[in-house]
């Protein structure tokens, strides 16, 4: 059976049996090429970081077919969105999620990828092992700032979605994140940013 799971302002997430679709949606006020090109682009470079990122932590490996065009066909993961349940669990547990999520960010940082949303509810938890979704806003980039905002992001979602235990949460980040061989560098810079959006309100 067919069904929408989700519908966002760039793509709607379609489960057929255990495959989900991610089909970029077109959009009627740009020029129709240019639309195109642009929904291909994205894509492509999705479906890349998806397949670069699956050899490292896990999150689904794209299903490649000859003609993807402006969509990406991946393995449905059934499990729970931590948006909805990481509140739930113990706070041992949610300690423990978060310094994985910590280990694995910076792994995914060591291959100078980006996530571009890094919230709660892209990841999903099955069978206690966690799994990072959609890098539609993904890319690969060396630079410090890039790898320090995905952070900051992250730190903002534990803010808004789980305030209650947010700076033990974040701690326990950045204890699974330190692993990582450039962790201070980044962290330095994460300091930078924050004090920038300080000045911005």
Known sequence: MTKIIAQGAEAIIIKNKEIITKDRIKKSYRILEIDNKLRKRRTRSETKILEKASKIINCPQPIIT????SKIKMPFIQGKKLSDHLNDF????????????????????????????????????????????????GFQNGKYEDKAVDIHLLKQALE??????WEILFNKFLKGYTKSENSKIVLERLKTVEKRGRYKK
């Open 160 to 165: 808004a979605k789980h305030f209650e235990n």
């Open 66 to 69: 000859k003609n993807n065009d």
């Open 90 to 137: 113990s706070l041992k547990k949610q300690k423990q999620i978060l310094e994985q999520i910590g280990e694995d960010v910076s792994k995914l940082h060591e291959e100078n990828i980006i996530h571009g949303d890094l919230t709660t509810s892209n990841m999903i938890l099955k069978n206690n092992t966690i799994f990072f979704i959609d890098f539609g806003l």
